[in-house]
């Protein structure tokens, strides 16, 4: 099952909420046991501000090159049938779904390990970006698992070199590590 490759990735405009349905009917199949799911909900608090909503920006072709890569090692680490996930982009009020991750293998191990797998590295290497909007500010926010990883490369190769992509119309700075070849966003504010 591992080698069917049946993937679904969808980087979804502004204003285009993700239709839940749409992607279990995607990956269901009679011979699978398992569906795993992971849904990443606006929350409406964030240490003790009220959030009035999350904003989201993306290098969109980087982003399905990046998340296609991880569901290929996906692929090669569990038995799966299928892949599907959608983020957002732009605007997502409280209570609605900004990431969704949803995988059907035979087995329940396989399907919500790597459901928790691809979640993880999407937030640590996928080159989406993310503001919340608090009632009275607003920041730009680097995951702890982004910040993990570039502490890990930082340990642990020879050396990044940064990339300042002023042509994609926004603050995107690119760390490569030299060593790897692994490509992480950073946020120009944090370096």
Request: glycine letters at 6%; hydrophobic letters at 40%; aromatic letters at 8%.
């Amino acid at each position: 099952m591992a080698n069917e490759g049946k993937n679904l990735i969808e980087i979804l405009e502004e204003n285009n909420p993700i239709d839940i349905s749409k992607y279990m009917n995607y990956v269901h199949s009679q011979q699978c046991g398992a569906i795993a799911t992971f849904s990443g909900t606006t929350r409406d608090a964030f240490q003790g501000k009220t959030v009035v909503e999350l904003r989201y920006e993306a290098y969109v072709p980087m982003a399905v090159r990046c998340i296609e890569s991880i569901c290929s090692f996906a692929r090669s680490s569990w038995s799966l049938n299928a892949i599907a996930v959608a983020h957002r982009l732009g605007p997502v009020p409280v209570g609605e779904t900004s990431v969704l991750i949803v995988i059907s293998a035979v087995h329940r191990a396989d399907a919500l390990d790597a459901c928790k797998y691809v979640i993880d590295e999407i937030k640590a290497s996928v080159p989406i970006w993310k503001k919340e909007v608090y009632a009275n500010g607003e920041v730009w926010k680097e995951n702890s698992e982004f910040l993990e990883r570039r502490g890990e490369l930082k340990k642990g190769c020879c050396g990044m070199k940064m990339f300042d992509d002023q042509d994609l119309g926004f603050f995107a700075n690119f760390l490569v590590c030299s060593c790897t070849g692994i490509v992480m966003p950073s946020l120009l504010s944090s370096l």
